[in-house]
């Protein structure tokens, strides 16, 4: 692990039915924190139908772009979990049943006292010369293939498979961060938040508007990778909190006189 180098990720989340509500995404955000843990970037995250020429295109684009690609869903029995045959297609290899999958797939399923059927026997497609990801949960392996890791999209599962690829990843230095209470608004804090940011293009401030009451407020969190750049940050950052207060104090007295 280098602890100089930035790492970069992205997600293609997989299937119609994310897009159409019926099931509510875990897994980008369990990734996202996952990644921000092994000092990973995630840079995408994009969402796309269970369709072959749109999985193709949204996966060549980020594998080009970004170390690795993440993707979850697509790889059931059904008719429509295409995932497999798609990413076999963007890579430009056969998408075969993997005689490893197969194996462990029927005594799975022999143990179980179940038949394995053609439909489970999907499962076991992958395209050629891929990698397994173990499935400690149900069995059924997910995929690797050069920076691309193929998951389930059942969260259980994707978090197992997920916790077997981490390891053996290419990491970065990680993202520190501290958070600072801020008593006012957006509007009133955006621009000289903005030139501190603006001094400071090797740390990422983010604001985070908050109302309760009849009042605004925001939490606002520094985001770098030097615990010292961070911390000269964030005092900068309190710094103008006090100076908008004072401001506010001297209108206040102004305004009594």
């Given amino acids: ?84 045959d798609a990413i076999a297609k963007a890579f430009g290899v056969a998408c075969e049943h993997d005689a490893e999958a197969m194996r462990i797939m029927g005594e799975m399923y022999a143990r179980r006292e179940m038949e394995f059927t053609e439909a489970r026997q999907r499962m076991a497609r992958m395209p050629l010369g891929s990698k397994h990801i173990a499935n400690p949960v149900s069995t059924a392996p997910g995929f690797n293939i050069s920076n691309v890791y193929v998951m389930a999209g059942v969260p259980q599962v994707f978090q197992a498979m997920l916790d077997n690829v981490i390891p053996t990843l290419r990491t970065g230095a990680r993202v520190l961060s501290t958070a600072i209470s801020c008593p006012y608004g957006e509007g009133e804090i955006g621009t000289p938040l903005g030139l501190i940011q603006k001094a400071h293009p090797d740390t990422s401030i983010g604001s985070y508007p908050r109302y309760v009451g009849q009042f605004f407020s925001t939490e606002i969190v520094v985001r770098g990778r030097s615990a010292e750049l961070v911390e000269n940050v964030a005092a900068e950052v309190r710094a103008m909190i006090e100076a908008i207060r004072q401001s506010k104090a001297k209108e206040n007295q102004s305004a009594e006189a």
Avoid at 24 to 45: F, Q
Avoid at 63 to 70: E, K, W
């Fill in 1 to 84: 692990m280098s602890n100089e180098t930035i790492v970069t990720a992205a997600m293609l989340a997989i299937g119609d039915e994310l897009l159409s509500g019926r099931t509510k995404d875990k897994n980008i955000g369990h990734l996202a924190d996952v990644l921000l843990l092994a000092g990973i970037d995630l840079k995408e995250v994009r969402i796309v139908a269970d369709e072959e020429d749109a999985i193709v295109s949204a996966l060549n684009a980020l594998r080009s772009q970004y170390d690795y690609v993440f993707t979850s869903g697509g790889i059931g029995p059904t008719h429509d979990d295409i995932t497999a």
